[in-house]
């Protein structure tokens, strides 16, 4: 009887051991590569409505198969709350990784520190995620994007000096940054910021109302600047539906293949190329290394209200017609043909 007794205490002792190892295992991530397969990579994000993500997406899971990952994607469409489900359900999958573009940058705090309490590296991509402990936010230079759209005014003599600005929804914090570096070169210039407008969601059509049902206003700028070239593209709309797009410069940013074409046909000012596959691809290499919880190569720490953190910027550039074929073209972003396809030979 003792000697059972001695064995069931054994076996005891063996399944809490086994249990208690499976336990820190979940909290403490070990070189995925040695213990558990492939890396694992959750990648949401805010909407595919925004050509420019798909893009993003496309390169990012190219590079890191490359690299020997799975990327599990998922897209919010717009829905925070869709969003925290997503961030829980690659918790649940215990992830390696996860890569975030917030649709509300403040209101994930929650769901990163629960990944982060599992052992999991969380990355901010392109959006800061505010008052969270994430491993990296890495962006373009969003300052710098705001910068060359109010210095390429300024650079080519436009004497237009009354702006509406028409732009992103405040819960992208990006949207900040882009306006202040904007406002900056703007107003040291002598430019006057007559309106602001911010399009919630991102929703297009939200900036083709404004311009529509604000027209006393829209007449006493003849500078709009657009948030994005989605947005640019429904202003654009607009004006020419009201006979008063000769009457005004529209930048944007993204350097999407309609604005590109709208700027080589002189709807467009100009608009900001933002290497995607430039932040795309190291984007995927830090993922690898973080999973593999090796250091990362970076020159800048960034406050996002809570500390102070990994943050790797990508320098933009200004495009309009003047440089589209050596930046856009030559560099492969768009095919000629697809630019110039509007455009009389």
Known sequence: MKRCRKLLLVLVLSIATIVCSAC?????????????????????????????????????????????????????????????????????????????????????????????????????????????????????????????????????????????????????????????????????????????????????????????????????????????DALAGQVILALQENNMADDYVVLGQDADLDACQRIVEGTQYMTVYKPIDELANSAADCAIKLAQNEKLDFTAKLNNGKNYIDYIAIKPVAVTKKNMDSVIIDGGFHLKDEVYLNVKK
């Open 24 to 228: 820190n295992r979940r909290h403490v991530k070990t070189n995925p590569t040695i213990d558990d397969g492939r890396i694992k990579i959750g990648f949401t994000f805010d909407t595919f409505v925004i050509e420019r993500w798909e893009r993003d997406r496309d390169i990012f899971v190219s590079r890191a198969n490359e690299l020997g990952a799975d990327v599990n994607i998922q897209s919010a469409n717009g829905d925070v709350e869709e969003q925290k489900k997503q961030i829980e359900y690659f918790i649940e999958q215990d992830m390696d990784v996860i890569v975030i573009v917030p649709v509300d940058c403040g209101t994930l705090a929650d769901e990163v520190k629960a990944a982060k309490d599992r052992g999991i590296k969380v990355i901010s991509y392109d959006r800061l995620i505010e008052n969270a402990d994430v491993d990296l936010y890495i962006s373009f230079d969003n300052s710098m994007v705001g910068k060359l759209m109010g210095q390429s005014l300024a650079d080519d003599g436009n004497n237009e000096n009354n702006i509406i600005m028409v732009s992103g929804p405040t819960t992208d914090g990006n949207v900040i940054m882009v306006d202040d570096g904007f406002t900056e070169i703007a107003e040291g210039s002598g430019y006057n910021i007559v309106d602001v407008t911010y399009i919630d969601g991102w929703k297009q059509e939200l900036a083709y109302d404004y311009i529509s049902e604000n027209k006393d206003t829209v007449k006493k700028a003849n500078v709009i600047m657009c948030g994005n």
